[in-house]
């Protein structure tokens, strides 16, 4: 359950991320002047991003992937939690005018992905080795 809790916050933080990335590369293609200079910097854009978009979604697969790892799912719940946050800070910051409410519910799937994430985060932290006898955590020497 809790796999499938983790991977449904991995997917909901997807469209946070997009809008965020393509919001900030539009700054860049929109300040440009005439068209063969919107077109090279549409070009330039996808020449820049391309990279790092392939590089984030290998690490949204790679953050899915550890969700199914009862080790490492608190790290992996903890980087959602920090991207849906990330992601939305940048597109609350490039949106210059007041939040309405139909803005906040277009950030309604990123909060859920961070309410998730911290859950998970919380529940899964590791509390340290176990004693076997009482139960409890043994002290470090």
């Known amino acids: 359950m809790r796999e499938l809790a983790h991977l ?8 946070s991320l997009a809008f965020a990335s393509m919001f900030a590369a539009l700054g860049h293609v929109t ?4 068209f063969l200079a919107f077109l ?4 330039e854009s996808i020449v ?4 790092w978009l392939l590089a984030c979604l290998a690490l949204l697969i790679v953050l899915a992937l550890l ?11 903890i980087c959602v939690a920090g991207i849906a946050i990330g992601s939305t800070g940048v597109l609350v910051w490039l ?5 309405t409410a139909g803005d906040a519910a277009f950030h309604v799937p990123a909060a859920v992905a961070v309410v998730i994430a911290l859950w998970l985060a919380v529940s899964e932290w590791p509390r340290g080795p176990k ?4 139960g409890t955590a043994t002290p470090v020497q």
């Open 8 to 15: 449904l916050s991995v997917v909901l933080v997807v469209p």
């Open 31 to 34: 300040s440009a002047t005439g």
């Open 40 to 43: 090279l910097a549409i070009l």
């Open 48 to 51: 820049v991003l391309l990279p």
């Open 67 to 77: 969700g199914f790892s009862a080790r490492y799912r608190w790290a992996a719940a």
């Open 95 to 99: 949106d210059n005018r007041t939040l």
């Open 131 to 134: 004693s076997a006898a009482a």
